[in-house]
């Protein structure tokens, strides 16, 4: 078969196999219940269609689609009802991102949420120098009001409200804070998730392992789903240090690539993502096609390696087998890639993630990136088995069911 039939061939299986799908991945969340909420990046290839990257804090709910909404609504009193807590109140915990109006506008969309579903919600802050209640006024209209934290014993709360629950829309990338520290109160999700202690090169292990247990399921080619891996021990970006293990890592991967590309008979050149083994927001992210690039990388690449979100140094890097993304929108065919969004173990939207900028071959997650929800009203739950496997409702159903093998991945992780 040829590389450009192969998606096509891959949604054409994933919907005649579709019964099956659902029913092996109830039986998994009975064994394995799923994280809180998750959001995860994909590229479609063409030829293959995989994860890149799992957030267990995610920070993009303004860029659903509205009409996505009630489907948030009902995932969030899923999710809190199996935690078996008689739950009235939620402190909504978010990142001192108190500048950037896009992430507030994602905690007022959260908020919101949760509210629709039937809680009294505050967001407490963890901004060293807020005092005082501050309210502030967003793009939207909205209004969102922060609150200091106060500790007492193992519980923490906001003036005049002590919560039932304490929902993180934080990745704790620079470690667990002393006032979140062994509370008393149910914590969401877990401190362990954070990026302090996550590694993606951990996590995609976990997701190699369910793309095969998937794969033999309905008998497909694990690769088609699942992005190939390699990593390395301590490297230093600024001394150079852990250089050469990375290097012979990327040659041992682009051979692997190539093998597959050429069993496929794809004809594109193959390309590694070289990235910190964690952390979020887009950072510490390079395109590689060799492994020559990476001794000849000069000082501003890797100053820019060396750190990511709030000066994190990155010591460790993963190297993935770098999915391009054929994918486009708009008139000016801008570059694309699918975000799946999930509450419990349900789909409840996504989005395009779109830039002007960049190449097939590069990371979307930058500044100058756009989003566009309308693809994804509810068509990642809604195939379409009498429209064409590529058709959208059942393109983005596709999209759905390799998202929920990453959130499976991220089930299994903690």
Known sequence: MNSQGLLEHLEAHLLAHQADIERWLRLEWQKTPAPFY???????????????????????????????LPLCVQAVQSAIERLHIAARGILLIP???TRNQFYLENVATLRDILQTAGY?????????????????????????????????????SVKGFTPCIVLLNNDLSVGIPSILAELNQKVIPPLQLGWSNRLKSSHFSYYKQIAHEFSKQIKIDPWLIDPLFRNCGEIDFITKEGYECVADNVEVLLKDIQAKYTEYEIPHKPFVIMKADSGSYGMGIMTI????????????????????????KVS??????????????????AVAEPVVY???????????????NRGINENLNAPGMSFEASAFINSCITPDKDMAPDANPNRCYAYGVIARLALLAAAREY
Not at 294 to 304: A, D, E, G, P, W
Not at 318 to 333: A, C, D, K, M, N
């Open 38 to 68: 998750a959001s995860v990046d994909l590229r479609n290839a063409g030829f293959k269609l995989a994860p890149v990257d799992t957030n267990l804090f995610p920070a993009g709910f303004n860029n659903l689609n509205s009409e996505t």
């Open 95 to 97: 990142e001192n991102h």
């Open 120 to 156: 009294e919600v505050h967001i407490g802050s963890m901004l060293a120098d807020l005092k005082s209640v501050h309210t502030m006024t967003l793009p939207s209209g909205r209004n969102l009001r922060l609150e200091p934290l106060i500790r007492e014993g193992n519980c923490i």
């Open 289 to 312: 096609h060799s492994a020559n690039e990476v001794l000849l990388l000069n000082r501003k690449q890797r100053t820019k390696m060396s750190s990511t979100k709030e000066g994190r």
């Open 316 to 333: 460790q890097v993963i190297l993935q087998e770098g999915v391009y993304t054929f994918e486009t929108w708009g008139e000016q065919q």
């Open 342 to 356: 999930m509450i419990d173990h349900f789909v409840v939207g996504g989005f395009y993630r779109v830039h002007t």
